[in-house]
C-alpha cells in the first residue's frame, strides 16, 4: 500500500495518470485506422516526455530503469501506430470484427459496470496488438519503475 504522507506519494500519482493517458490511447490505436493511429501517437509523446522528466526530477536511483521503460513503452507504441504500413483504413472502434493489424478477434469490456458514470465506459482493444506496449507499461508499473502498483 502507497504510504500517503510519503514525499513519493504525488509524483507516484502523477505517473499513473501519465502511464494511464498513454495506455488508454494505445488501446484505441489497436482498433483505429492508420490516420487516428498517427494522431493517437502524437498526443502520446509529450506524456513520453513527462515521464522522463518525472523520473529524472523525482526517482533517483530508479530513474535509469525507468527511462529504458519509457523508451521500450514508445517503441512499441511507434510500432503499433506503424502497423500495416500505414495503410489500415478499418475502424475497430465499436469493439466489433477482428484486428485490422493482425485478424485476433477485438476485445470489448465493460470494466466498471457497477459504478455510476461509468456506465457506458467500454475498454476496446486489441490483445494481441496490445502486448508489447503492456509489458512496458508494466514494468514502469512495478516496484523498480514508478511504483504505481502500490496504488
Do not use: N
Not at 45 to 61: I, N
Request: aromatic share 8%; hydrophobic share 40%.
Amino acid at each position: 500500500m502507497l504510504d500517503s504522507t510519503h514525499p513519493i506519494t504525488q509524483h507516484v500519482f502523477r505517473a499513473s495518470g501519465l502511464m494511464d493517458r498513454v495506455m488508454i490511447r494505445g488501446q484505441k490505436m489497436s482498433v483505429s485506422p492508420s490516420a487516428v493511429r498517427a494522431e493517437l501517437l502524437a498526443e502520446c509523446l509529450p506524456l513520453f516526455a513527462e515521464m522522463r522528466e518525472l523520473a529524472r526530477a523525482q526517482f533517483g536511483k530508479r530513474a535509469a530503469f525507468i527511462l529504458v521503460a519509457v523508451d521500450e513503452y514508445e517503441a512499441a507504441l511507434r510500432a503499433l501506430g506503424g502497423l500495416g504500413g500505414g495503410r489500415i483504413t478499418e475502424d475497430r472502434r465499436d469493439g466489433e470484427g477482428a484486428c485490422p493489424a493482425c485478424g485476433t478477434p477485438i476485445t470489448k469490456f465493460r470494466p466498471l459496470p457497477d459504478c455510476k458514470g461509468f456506465e457506458d465506459h467500454w475498454i476496446i482493444l486489441c490483445r494481441e496488438c496490445d502486448k508489447p506496449f503492456m509489458e512496458a507499461h508494466g514494468k514502469l508499473a512495478s516496484s523498480d519503475g514508478f511504483g504505481t502498483w502500490a496504488i
